[in-house]
Antibody, heavy 120, light 108 residues
Framework: EVQLVESGGGLVQPGGSLRLSCAAS????????MNWVRQAPGKGLEWVSG????????YYVDSVKGRFTISRDSSKNTLYLQMNSLRAEDTAIYYC?????????????WGQGTLVTVSS | EIVLTQSPGTLSLSPGERATLSCRAS???????LAWYQQKPGLAPRLLIS???SRATGIPDRFSGSGSGTDFTLTISRLEPEDFAVYYC?????????FGQGTKVEIK
C-alpha cells in the first residue's frame, strides 16, 4: 500500500524559510515522479512543483520559481520542498503526490497534507 | 501556459441524476493528458480519470471521461450520496500539472 506522509509545516514570518518533507513507502520510490500541490484555505488546487524519478529534472509553477526547490533522497525514500522568501500568498495545505510514471504529473496517490501559514 | 476553465462552478442535483462537468483548455492538451480528481471536505484529492477517459483503479463505472484537444467532460451517470464533492480537472503535459478551478456538485 502506497503511503505518503508530509511533515515540516507550521507558522513562519514573511520572508522566512521552511523545508517540507514527504516520507514515502509501499512502492519503488526512485521509479516514480513526485510532485507538490498546494491548496490555499477555501480555494482550489495549485500544482507547485515536480521532480522526475531519477531526480534529473525539476519543474515549477512560475509563482515559486527562484524561491522553492524540490529534491529527493532515494536512500531515505523522501521528497523535499525547500521554501525560501515566503509570502502570505504561499499560505496553504501542501500535499505530496506520486506521479503515475517516472516522468508524469498525473497524480495517483496523495498524502494527507501539511499546513504552511505565512504570517507576522 | 495552459489555462483550464471548468463549468459550471456549482452543479445542484439530486441523488440518481446525471452530472455533466466540463473542462476547457486554452490550447490543445498534449496527448490528451487530462485527469479528473474528486475532493471531499478535509480530505486529499483522489484520482478518478486519467488520459481523458481511463478510470483509475477502484473507481466505479458510473464515472466516465471523454473529450480530446481542448474540450473534456466528466460524466457521473447516476449520482450516489458519496459523489457530492468538488471535482477538478488537470492537464499533465508540458512538464507541469495545471488544475482547473473546480466544480462543486451539491445536493439539490
Amino acid at each position: 500500500e502506497v503511503q505518503l506522509v508530509e511533515s515540516g509545516g507550521g507558522l513562519v514570518q514573511p520572508g522566512g524559510s521552511l523545508r517540507l518533507s514527504c516520507a514515502a513507502s509501499g512502492f519503488t520510490f526512485s521509479s516514480y515522479a513526485m510532485n507538490w500541490v498546494r491548496q490555499a484555505p477555501g480555494k482550489g488546487l495549485e500544482w507547485v512543483s515536480g521532480i522526475t524519478g531519477s531526480g534529473g529534472s525539476t519543474y515549477y509553477v512560475d509563482s515559486v520559481k527562484g524561491r522553492f526547490t524540490i529534491s529527493r533522497d532515494s536512500s531515505k525514500n523522501t521528497l523535499y520542498l525547500q521554501m525560501n522568501s515566503l509570502r502570505a500568498e504561499d499560505t496553504a495545505i501542501y500535499y505530496c503526490a506520486k506521479g503515475r510514471t517516472s516522468t508524469s504529473s498525473c497524480l495517483t496517490d496523495w498524502g494527507q497534507g501539511t499546513l504552511v501559514t505565512v504570517s507576522s | 501556459e495552459i489555462v483550464l476553465t471548468q463549468s459550471p462552478g456549482t452543479l445542484s442535483l439530486s441523488p440518481g441524476e446525471r452530472a455533466t462537468l466540463s473542462c476547457r483548455a486554452s490550447q490543445s492538451v498534449s496527448s490528451n493528458y487530462l485527469a479528473w480528481y474528486q475532493q471531499k471536505p478535509g480530505l486529499a484529492p483522489r484520482l478518478l480519470i486519467s488520459d481523458a477517459s481511463s478510470r483509475a483503479t477502484g473507481i466505479p463505472d458510473r464515472f466516465s471521461g471523454s473529450g480530446s484537444g481542448t474540450d473534456f467532460t466528466l460524466t457521473i451517470s447516476r449520482l450516489e450520496p458519496e459523489d457530492f464533492a468538488v471535482y477538478y480537472c488537470q492537464q499533465y503535459g508540458y512538464s507541469s500539472g495545471t488544475f482547473g478551478q473546480g466544480t462543486k456538485v451539491e445536493i439539490k
